[in-house]
């Protein structure tokens, strides 16, 4: 069964950083890209940043290229997303999924795609 799981979120101050865990487990992150995507209240969903493990080539929208960062684990099959200078518009369910693509700095999911549950993160003006 594929499984996503997340975790690391949790209340910071603006200026603050989080780093969020994705733990995969059914599949390995050779056979599909991982992705970090949100969604804040009364918005739509919004893809983050996007990896390839096999070669390590990550993505990212504009709204967190500079502050966020994916990388990844392949040992422990775990996706992470370090954020930094986070700011009060950053606060969101964040979710990981797959498979992740991009196209012209957008993130998306494709095909039979996999989500997690989401972890809270909430920055405090």
């Known amino acids: 069964e594929v499984q996503l799981v997340e975790s690391g979120g949790g209340l910071v101050q603006a200026g603050g950083s989080l780093r969020l865990s994705c733990a995969a487990s059914?599949?390995?992150?050779?056979?599909?890209?991982i992705g970090w995507f949100r969604q804040a209240p009364g918005k739509g969903r919004e893809g983050l940043s996007c990896?390839?493990?096999?070669?390590?080539?990550?993505y990212y929208s504009d709204s967190v290229k500079g502050r966020f960062t994916i990388s990844s684990d392949t040992a422990k099959n775990t996706v992470y997303l370090q954020m930094n200078n986070l700011k009060p518009e950053d606060t969101a369910v964040y979710y990981c999924?797959?498979?992740?693509?991009?196209?012209?700095?957008?993130?998306?999911?494709?095909?039979?795609?996999?989500w997690g549950r989401g972890t809270q993160v909430t920055v405090s003006a």
């Open positions: 059914g599949f390995t992150l050779d056979d599909y890209d």
């Open positions: 990896i390839d493990s096999k070669d390590g080539r990550t």
């Open positions: 999924a797959a498979p992740c693509a991009h196209a012209v700095n957008v993130v998306y999911v494709y095909g039979n795609d996999y």
